[in-house]
C-alpha cells in the first residue's frame, strides 16, 4: 500500500511538473502575425518556441512553412509527416492537417500564407498543387529564410525578391492539379449555403436526406474534418473580416456563433497561433504576443 501511494504521489508530482512545464512554455513563445499589402494581402506567422497543437483545420492558401528549430509535424488525411529543422514544409489550399509542436523545448518555425491566385499568375493560370509536402532545399530554404529576418526591407516590399524565389519553387515542385471531384464541388457548395453561426447538424442532416450518422459520414469524407471542426473554422474565419473593423470581442464572438469572448479568443488562438487583437494589431503594426 505504501508503494502504491508513493507511485500515486510519484505520477502526480511527474504531471504536476510537466503541466508547470508546458505552462512555462505557453508564456514563453513568442509568435508575431504580419500582414502586409503585397501580392494580394500576404500574410506571415514568425512562431518562437510554440509549444501548442494545431487542430485539423485548412486555410485558403498555399502554406510554405521554414522549419527554423525542432521537429515539425504535419499529420494528413492519409500520412503523418515529419520535417527536420532546415527543410520547407507545404501544405495545400483547402488541405485539411494537423500541426504537433515539440510540447517540451517548443517549435520555432515562420510561414508565408500565399494567395492561390499568386502562384497561378507564375504558373500561366494553370491550377497548381504540391504532391511533395517536404523539401529538402537549402537555396530556396536560405532565400526565404532570409527574407523571413527582415520582411520590411525594400525588396521583400516591392514583391520582386518573393516572386522570384516563388517562381523557383513552382517550376521546381509544382504539379498540375488534378480535376476537383463533382460530387464534391457540389457537397462543398451546399455547405457553403449554410450558417456557421446557427449550424445545426440534424437540420443540415436532413437537406441532404441522410439521418445524422450517415450525414457524419458523408462529411467527414467529403471534408476530412468533423462538422463541429468545419464550423469553428468557418466562424474563426468570419471572425477575421470583422476584427478589420471591429474591436468588440464579445460582439465579434455573439455574432460569429461562439458562446462568449473567452471561446472565441481560445479557438481562434488554436487555428492562427495568435489572439484575436493581435490579428487585428497586426494590420497596423507588428505586435509581439
Not at 494545431?54 to 486555410?59: A, I, R, V
Not at 532546415?86 to 515562420?110: L, R, Y
Amino acid at each position: 500500500m505504501v508503494a502504491q501511494e508513493a507511485e500515486l504521489v510519484n505520477i502526480f508530482v511527474h504531471q504536476n511538473k510537466s503541466h508547470k512545464h508546458l505552462h512555462r512554455l505557453k508564456n514563453k513563445s513568442q509568435n508575431i502575425y504580419h500582414k502586409l499589402p503585397i501580392l494580394d494581402g500576404l500574410e506571415l506567422l514568425d512562431a518562437k518556441d510554440h509549444a501548442l497543437n494545431f487542430p485539423s483545420h485548412t486555410h485558403d492558401t498555399f502554406n510554405i512553412t521554414l522549419v527554423r528549430e525542432q521537429l515539425f509535424s504535419t499529420k494528413l488525411s492519409d500520412r503523418l509527416l515529419h520535417s527536420p529543422a532546415g527543410t520547407i514544409t507545404i501544405t495545400n489550399p483547402g488541405e485539411v492537417h494537423a500541426t504537433f509542436c515539440d510540447n517540451k523545448i517548443g517549435s520555432s518555425f515562420f510561414t508565408f500564407y500565399v494567395s492561390p491566385d499568386v502562384l497561378k499568375k507564375i504558373s500561366h493560370h494553370i491550377p497548381i498543387f504540391f504532391e511533395n509536402k517536404i523539401l529538402n532545399d537549402q537555396s530556396l530554404f536560405q532565400q526565404l529564410y532570409k527574407l523571413s529576418q527582415d520582411f520590411n526591407n525594400r525588396a521583400f516590399l516591392d514583391e520582386k525578391t518573393l516572386l522570384h524565389i516563388l517562381d523557383q519553387l513552382v517550376k521546381e515542385y509544382a504539379a498540375e492539379h488534378p480535376d476537383t471531384d463533382k460530387k464534391n464541388m457540389l457537397f462543398q457548395k451546399m455547405l457553403d449555403e449554410e450558417n456557421p453561426e446557427k449550424f445545426s447538424l440534424e437540420t443540415t442532416a436532413r437537406k441532404f436526406g441522410l439521418d445524422k450518422f450517415k450525414f457524419l459520414r458523408l462529411f467527414k469524407q467529403y471534408t476530412g474534418l468533423t462538422p463541429n471542426n468545419y464550423v469553428i473554422l468557418k466562424r474563426v474565419e468570419k471572425s477575421k473580416t470583422l476584427l478589420q473593423t471591429e474591436d468588440d470581442l464579445l460582439g465579434i464572438a455573439i455574432e460569429t456563433g461562439f458562446y462568449d469572448a473567452t471561446h472565441f479568443c481560445k479557438h481562434f488562438k488554436k487555428i492562427t497561433g495568435v489572439t484575436p487583437m493581435a490579428y487585428r494589431n497586426a494590420m497596423l503594426c507588428n505586435i509581439v504576443l
